[in-house]
């Protein structure tokens, strides 16, 4: 086995069982599937990035984190009513949707700086993932963890309650390691440039408002009998928008203190 070979299976490896560990790590754990990880993620998409002219070694890389994941989701997988919505559940929930995280590095190529191409995988990625579970939450899901009724319309909002945050999280990650580290040489990228600690800060606001959106929403669809999004009211989303409004303005003014900041 070449020594290029030889590196690829151990990192690859390496960065699955990352993955795999992170996985466990969990900000918010939805009532019938789907979490916000410690950006688990991640390391899949950067071994996507990485060995970005491999694209079949990039899709097994992230094949073996989707079937690890399976392994974690027997118990959702009891409930499927049929053997049709069984290989459903396995093909939307997981392999399609966690083997997608291997085009993470499409645009390795298409952008001029690294962070920007990885983030453009990143978010392709993710949105994938979104749609896959989307449409399983819609067809399969449909009466048996959401209301049969506008099924559509519940499996996109109840998978956005926790991919929105997931997605931020997984591009707050590419953006910073894309800006600091040389994929391809492993190499601390050395940058000279004024407001990098409000861009920090910036972004970290951004997350924070969307995943308290999240908890506080998601906290708001509880009753006694398990999950009901019905349960949400106007006042609720009005709050929610209120946190993102006052988070976008925040973000706003320290955007522009850090341009004054970078032409002085």
Excluded at 112 to 129: N, V, Y
Aim: proline share 2%; with cysteine.
């Amino acid at each position: 086995m070449k020594k290029e070979q030889i590196r690829m299976l151990t990192e690859s490896g390496v960065m699955v069982a990352l993955a795999f560990i992170l996985n466990f790590i969990k900000v918010i754990d939805m009532p019938f599937g789907g979490s916000v990880t410690a950006f688990s993620m991640v390391p899949v998409i950067i071994i996507a990035y990485r060995y970005a002219k491999n694209l079949s070694w990039d899709l097994l890389t992230a094949f073996l984190f989707g079937a690890l994941q399976l392994l974690t989701g027997l118990d959702a997988l009891r409930k499927s009513v049929s053997w049709q919505a069984l290989i459903a559940v396995i093909f939307l929930d997981y392999i399609i949707a966690f083997t997608v995280l291997g085009l993470a590095g499409i645009f390795k190529k298409r952008f001029k700086t690294q962070w920007g191409g990885l983030m453009a995988g990143a978010g392709l990625a993710c949105l994938l993932r979104y749609l896959c579970h989307v449409i399983s939450g819609c067809t399969v899901w449909a009466g048996v963890s959401i209301p049969t009724s506008d099924g559509l319309w519940y499996s996109l909002l109840y998978n956005a309650a926790y991919m929105i945050p997931e997605t931020l999280l997984t591009l707050g990650a590419c953006f910073y390691i894309g800006r600091l580290l040389d994929l391809d040489t492993l190499k601390g990228i050395h940058r000279e440039e004024k407001g990098g600690a409000l861009a920090a800060i910036s972004w970290l606001v951004g997350i924070a408002a969307v995943i308290f959106d999240g908890i506080y929403l998601f906290m708001q669809m509880q009753n006694e009998d398990g999950f009901d999004i019905t349960l949400v009211q106007g006042s609720h989303l009005f709050l929610a928008l209120a946190v993102l409004a006052a988070a976008a303005l925040l973000i706003l003014i320290l955007t522009l203190i850090q341009k004054k900041m970078a032409r002085n």
